[in-house]
């Protein structure tokens, strides 16, 4: 990373605005992005008319996610015409050409060059794609931005893998992202303490293959060894983890969400199929027979835990049949929540030429259906918590128009809170669930409640 330049302060500090798109690690990135952005003499002003910098964090794990990202990068260069554009993420890696129309030359630093964006602010990088002798596939190494926070947040993401070496079959982030890697348990400690210091209450654990994390490492730390570490070195902050595989949530993981109040009790699972055959095609480790027994041993083991599972719906050779045993593996497993998709055919997949296609207009019924239930998943969650106490932490800041903050339990339940900006301006309180209004609950503040 390269030195900060240090700016005179009598001169007005140079603006930027930065979009980001995708996935939590992404958000993490861009929230480096940013910290890296002020060091070098920028305000970051999403609302700023007339940006000398524009930066676009861009994802292409679907093809809606990719036109979306080649959307915003047109949108923003056609808005700012005047601004230095720096595209970034993973459809900068993986198709750098869907940039080649923009005029004005932006600079394209695909998920491999992300280190020298420090460099880019500095001149040292000339505007056009950074495809020399660098891309995703040649990433040995854990690249370090630095642990960033999100500014009037109470809980943040702290990367702490990189990559995928899984090679599922209908996925393209291996090569958009290279093989897995790690961050090294020290600099993890040190970015979490560092974290809490700040004042944040819950720290999200994230990665492109989080389960994988420590396999690269000399020692082999395994994360259910990681996250035990940092519930004993971090004494209030708490440890959130995001999408892990199935597979990789092991008894010692969920051990720790059972035992220990600083691990949520929230397993978000890539589940993509319930189908054995459908499993199969996609690549995935694992049959629907582990997701019974897994999701049987969190709701025995951890009291109130939340299990959510993203779904992907019409993948080639997906039948009635397969459809069908898909949703009683959810409704068997009692998630509470989904995440459904569309499959999307990506070039360079092998899944790109399985046959047979199921029809668009099929596929969009079986989504309509799982997001119907989705809902009704959710509803008959956060009913089970009418009444009860929950320790939350703020997602958003006090609106004075309703005299609410939004904010969420350790086990993934959205609570609209009401009380003065006095009372909710703490990062981490105890609130009791009155209500449950369509997508979240609402709750009262509760005095001294942690």
């Not at 964006?117 to 995703?136: Q, T």
């Not at 940092?230 to 440890?239: D, T, W």
């Not at 978000?268 to 095609?281: I, M």
């Amino acid at each position: 990373m390269s030195k900060a330049i240090k700016m005179d302060d009598s001169f007005p500090k140079r603006k930027a605005v930065v979009h980001v798109l995708g996935c939590k690690v992404n958000q993490a990135e861009a929230a480096a992005m940013v910290r890296i952005l002020e060091e070098h003499g920028y305000e970051v002003d999403m609302a700023c008319p007339e940006p000398d910098l524009v930066v676009v964090n861009t994802c292409c794990v679907t093809s809606r996610a990719e036109a979306k990202s080649r959307r915003l990068a047109g949108r923003l260069r056609d808005k700012f015409p005047g601004a230095r554009l720096v595209i970034t993420g993973c459809l900068a890696e993986v198709n750098p050409s869907s940039f080649a129309r923009l005029h004005g030359a932006p600079l394209v630093l695909g998920a491999s060059g992300k280190d020298r964006f420090g460099d880019y602010l500095d001149g040292g990088i000339a505007p056009e794609p950074d495809r020399a002798g660098r891309n995703a596939a040649t990433c040995t190494t854990f690249v370090d931005m630095g642990a960033h926070g999100i500014g009037g947040r109470a809980r943040t993401f702290l990367k702490i893998q990189d990559g995928c070496s899984q090679r599922c079959t209908y996925c393209i982030v291996p090569t958009a992202r290279g093989p897995s890697r790690s961050l090294a348990p020290d600099r993890v400690i040190a970015h979490a303490r560092a974290f809490e210091a700040s004042g944040y209450a819950e720290i999200v654990l994230t990665g492109i293959h989080l389960g994988a994390y420590g396999r690269d490492l000399g020692l082999r730390v395994p994360l259910e060894d990681l996250l035990e570490r940092l519930v004993k070195e971090c004494a209030v902050a708490r440890f959130r983890l995001s999408s892990i595989e199935p597979q990789e949530i092991t008894p010692g993981l969920i051990a720790l969400a059972a035992a220990d109040r600083q691990v949520c009790r929230h397993f978000h699972v890539p589940l993509q199929s319930g189908d054995d055959g459908v499993l199969r095609r996609m690549g995935r480790p694992y049959d629907s027979a582990l997701i019974r027994r897994l999701a049987e041993n969190i709701h025995d083991r951890v009291s109130d835990a939340c299990i959510g599972f993203d779904i992907m719906v019409g993948f080639p050779g997906e039948d009635d049949s397969a459809f069908g045993n898909t949703v009683e593996l959810i409704r068997s497993s009692a998630a509470a929540y989904l995440h459904v998709f569309p499959f999307s055919p990506r070039p360079g997949t092998r899944a790109a030429e399985l046959r047979p296609r199921v029809p668009s207009a099929v596929a969009r019924e079986r989504v309509d259906e799982l997001r119907e239930l989705s809902r009704s998943l959710r509803n008959q969650f956060y009913v089970r918590f009418l009444g009860r106490k929950l320790s939350v932490v703020a997602e958003s800041e006090f609106d004075p128009a309703t005299g609410s903050v939004v904010t969420r339990s350790d086990n993934y339940v959205p609570v609209r809170v009401f009380g003065s900006a006095h009372e909710l301006r703490g990062p981490l309180f105890s609130v009791v669930v009155e209500k449950i209004d369509r997508e979240e609950a609402q709750g009262k503040y509760i005095h001294g409640g942690r």
